[in-house]
């Protein structure tokens, strides 16, 4: 049955092909690209500088205009559950491991607590 899309693999099929894939090849291209690009250059304080805009702007969406479960979370649990994740970030020496856990913990625990 090779046009049957019903099969029981095709989801993983297309999640290898349209998720990993696209988004691999780049950072495989960007591994041999980047050599010998001193790390101090402005183009890469660039690169950094958006990718943080970026990320700060998922997170302000996240924080203001939640979607799904997370909306049902008051706005005063979220940014609360976010400034546990800044404090412990903090706490551990910029632990970005830590910080998740323990923001998630956080937003784990309000979501318990309201529901």
Known sequence: MTGDLSHGTWPWVALILFGFL???IWRTLSIFLSRGVDENAPILGWVRAVATALLAGVVAKLLLSPNGALAAIPLAGRVGAMAVG???FWATRRSVLAAVL???AAIVGV???VG
Do not use: M, R, T
């Open 22 to 24: 696209p988004s691999e």
């Open 102 to 104: 323990a923001a998630e």
């Open 111 to 113: 979501g318990y607590w």
């Open 86 to 88: 800044l404090v412990a």
